[in-house]
């Protein structure tokens, strides 16, 4: 069956703008996950959904940054008045619940490149 | 907080050479233990777990024990393999039962020379 599609798989834009990544979950897969991987650096949480809300947002690191989820499935990273240091690997995962027994799977990620 | 520590890369080795790669943590209560592996061109996808002190994960030839007394969890294969090439990820989760929230170490890449 499909896995997570992330896109776009590649965004470039000029400092200062605001950008929209969008992950699609596994059909059925109640929990969603973002994270960032910077250059030469391992996934950094953002952001956990189970189901519509937020159930964890501790790792956004400012209030540029915000995620949604409207109807439990597609989820869109907002970013606003993008900087340099925003560029990175933006990983989305889902999983069938929070459970330990229901393993992460992640897409491609979108690459982030802010100029 | 939580930490991960993990061998530094990029790792090089013959076809059917023994391998380890370590990983250490820093964590408190009872985390559960990961290794996710990167293949080129791939996502990130689940290796092997353990969930408890002393569980052994294991998966396509790879192994790993939870060990609590050197809060170490290293990964190993006895004869590795040219597919087996790929960026890998030690990882924890703060408790025994979520997924959400996982500490990755900084990857190691393994590339196996024929």
């Not at chain 1, 030469?40 to 949604?68: C, H, K, M, W």
């Not at chain 1, 990273?77 to 619940?97: H, M, P």
Request: net charge neutral.
């Amino acid at each position: 069956g499909a896995g997570v599609s992330q896109t776009p798989s590649n965004k470039v834009t000029e400092k200062g703008k605001y950008v929209e990544l969008r992950c699609d979950p596994i059909s059925g897969h109640t929990a969603l996950y973002w994270y960032r991987q910077s250059l030469g650096q391992g996934p950094e949480f953002l952001i956990y959904f189970q189901g519509t809300g937020a159930a964890d947002d501790s790792g956004l690191p400012n209030d540029r940054f915000f995620a949604v989820r409207p109807e439990g499935s597609v989820s869109t990273l907002k970013i606003q008045r993008t900087e340099r240091g925003d560029s990175a690997v933006y990983l989305c995962a889902s999983s069938f619940n929070r459970g330990g027994n229901s393993p992460l799977h992640f897409g491609n990620g979108t690459r982030l490149t802010v100029t | 907080g939580d930490s991960v520590t993990q061998m530094e890369g990029p790792v090089t080795l013959s076809e059917e050479a023994f391998l380890t790669i370590n990983c250490t943590y820093t964590a408190t209560g009872y985390p559960s233990l990961f290794w996710y592996v990167q293949y080129p061109g791939e996502g990130l996808q689940l290796l092997l777990k353990a969930t408890k002190a002393d569980d052994k994960g294991s998966n396509k030839g790879f192994e790993a024990t939870y060990r609590k007394e050197t809060t170490s969890f290293h990964l190993e294969k006895g004869s590795v393999q040219v597919s087996d090439s790929a960026v890998y990820f030690c990882a924890l989760s703060p408790s025994n039962f979520g997924n959400e929230k996982l500490t990755f170490g900084t990857g190691t890449r393994l590339t196996i020379i024929p």
